[in-house]
């Protein structure tokens, strides 16, 4: 049994900063690429950014230079730093990692946190 919780969202204006945590707890012998996603209202749930247990990273266009992902492999978190926020930002974010419990590695996904970005 893995969980996953996401915190570090709200409200905050256009230009603005918000740094996104998320822990991934339970019956972990591994946990490989952590990520991002975005669902938006009426839209798809996109990736925002993923980043694999060695480091390396991808990013969605809409967050390069703005977004960073970054990892703290002993406490099983991710972090997502935004910055310069836009209106179109607003969105749940997801936070997924995948997991190694016994022999399969399943994706599990956080609830969500909200991100409102408006003046």
């Known amino acids: 049994q893995v969980q996953v919780v996401e915190s570090g969202g709200g409200l905050v204006q256009p230009g603005g900063s918000l740094r996104l945590s998320c822990v991934a707890s339970?019956?972990?012998?591994?946990?490989?690429?952590m990520g991002w996603y975005r669902q938006g209202p009426g839209k798809r749930r996109d990736l925002v950014a993923a980043?694999?247990?060695?480091?390396?990273?991808n990013y969605a266009e809409s967050g390069k230079g703005r977004f960073t992902i970054s990892r703290d492999n002993a406490k099983n978190t991710v972090y997502l730093q935004l910055t310069n926020l836009k209106p179109e930002d607003t969105a749940v974010y997801l936070c997924?990692?995948?997991?190694?419990?016994?022999?399969?590695?399943?994706?599990?996904w956080g609830q969500g946190t909200q991100v409102t970005v408006s003046s």
């Open positions: 997924n990692a995948d997991v190694r419990t016994r022999g399969v590695i399943s994706t599990y």
């Open positions: 339970g019956s972990i012998f591994s946990i490989y690429t």
């Open positions: 980043i694999t247990s060695g480091g390396s990273t």
